[in-house]
């Protein structure tokens, strides 16, 4: 039976099955934020477009192509969230959150909508797990932030992941860059791709990063940022590079690398995943000092990083890296008769409220096919009442391995099946 509807194009169900590697990849994430003095922050799902249009610029690929932009019965135009470091800085500027203590440490996990070719990897609806501090200019900070996303793949048991690093400087050093750029593409302008023609024009640092093979030739040969950087850039750069060998955090410096937003300034970092092809980056992040300014708020500077957890859970299924089973139920409670099942959900309500997961049998099914259902579950035993039992105030508890049964005083079933419980 074909179902009417699809989930629609670029978007797909993640299925009870697919969770185990969500919760693995949520819970670690959750993890190094605690460590690291992140708290959580959950932003609407959509915003008011200009957080999106003023924060991530015009000439984006994300606010010129993909962004879901419509208009609510109010006449207002709202967008779903294309990225979560606008709204960061939104809410930062609401909640009056510059007068804490900086820098604010903040982290989200949530959908993300970008309305782009789907293939592996690329979704209209993904989701990201990111983290921004807010409020404060030292290096140490962006070599704490790429140090964190280090400790996390790392902890997520994925090997061969790099770190690409680069600095692009700052409003001071870049105009002087971006002349010297075009520049280098003026001779080619003619042989670029109709994409790099544009950039051209309109946003040419993102010349840098076009995947066409002359244009990509073109970017090698091309002016690097870092013999740009006026002298405060430099040093900041130069800080982030110490603190980084301080900390043992490998990195690769790549002059290519200057991402697809236009916020960022001086530090910007992605995580590469074992087997690059095309844009197929685990995380991406930086410095954006400018950022907060631009929507409203007083100068702040501010770095964070934002990691794509369908690519994360796409790597660990290839590399299958030993992920914990989510726990199952403890037991699986069958009945024999109608008067057996009465009696199954009191028992099975009262194991319930003492904390441990128990699933009952329901409608009239054979035992033989409670029993396989209760395999099919993943219980690691069944709880089974009939009329003897009910009145012996027994149960034969079955392990599901082993075959073997034993008879229980239902006084003691409890403390019988918390021996067996999973540790979680
Ligand atoms: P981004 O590089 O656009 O950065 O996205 C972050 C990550 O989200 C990417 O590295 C990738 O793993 C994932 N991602 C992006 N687009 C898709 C897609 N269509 N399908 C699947 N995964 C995708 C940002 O959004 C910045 N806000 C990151 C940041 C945080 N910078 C500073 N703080």
């Not at 430099?234 to 290519?256: A, C, G, Q, T, W």
């Not at 859970?313 to 890296?321: E, G, I, R, S, T």
Request: with cysteine; proline share 5%; hydrophobic share 35%.
């Amino acid at each position: 039976m074909s179902s009417l509807y699809r989930a629609p194009r670029g978007t797909f169900d993640i299925l009870p099955e697919e969770h185990v590697y969500w919760k693995y990849v949520e819970d670690k994430a959750a993890f190094w934020c605690r460590l690291y003095g992140y708290r959580p922050l959950s932003m609407p799902i959509f915003e008011d477009a200009q957080v999106f249009t003023r924060a991530v610029g015009g000439a984006t690929d994300i606010v010129d192509k993909e962004m879901y932009v419509f208009q609510d019965k109010g006449g207002q135009d709202l967008a779903l969230r294309a990225e979560g470091t606008a709204p960061v800085c939104r809410a930062y500027l609401e909640h009056g959150m510059f007068n804490l203590a900086q820098p604010v440490k903040l982290y989200y996990i949530g959908p993300t909508f970008r309305y782009e070719r789907p293939q592996a990897g690329r979704y209209r609806q993904h989701h990201q797990f990111g983290y921004e501090a807010l409020g404060e200019a030292d290096p140490v900070l962006d070599a704490e932030v790429i140090e964190m996303a280090w400790r996390l793949f790392l902890s997520l048991g994925l090997s061969g992941v790099s770190i690409q690093l680069n600095s692009i400087g700052c409003k001071t050093c870049r105009p002087r860059f971006l002349e010297v750029l075009r520049q280098h593409y003026s001779v080619h302008a003619e042989n670029v791709c109709a994409d790099c023609k544009g950039r051209l024009a309109r946003n040419p640092l993102r010349l840098l990063d076009c995947k066409k093979d002359y244009c990509r030739e073109l970017a090698e040969a091309a002016p690097k940022t870092l013999d740009y950087l006026c002298d405060d850039c430099r040093s900041h750069f130069e800080s982030v590079r110490d603190y980084l060998e301080k900390l043992s955090i490998p990195f690769h410096l790549n002059h290519r690398l200057v991402r697809g937003l236009d916020y960022y300034t001086r530090t910007v970092f992605e995580v590469e995943p074992e087997e690059m092809g095309g844009q197929s980056s685990l995380g991406g992040g930086g410095r954006y000092d400018d950022l907060i300014e631009t929507l409203g708020g007083r100068p702040t500077p501010a770095v964070g990083f934002a990691a794509g957890l369908e690519r994360i859970v796409l790597n660990l299924k290839k590399q299958n890296p030993g992920i914990p089973p989510l726990p199952g139920p403890v037991a699986y409670v069958a009945y024999l008769g109608q008067e057996a099942k009465t009696e199954a959900v009191r028992l099975t309500s009262e194991l319930r409220k003492d904390g441990l997961a128990v699933i009952m049998a329901t409608g009239d099914k054979s035992l033989k096919a409670q029993m396989r259902h209760a395999d099919s579950l993943g219980s690691s035993c069944v709880v089974i009442l009939g009329r003897e039992e009910i009145q012996n105030r027994t149960a034969v508890v079955r392990d599901m391995s082993s075959g073997e049964q034993r008879t229980v005083a239902e006084g003691d079933l409890a403390n019988v099946l918390e021996c067996r419980k999973h540790p979680t």
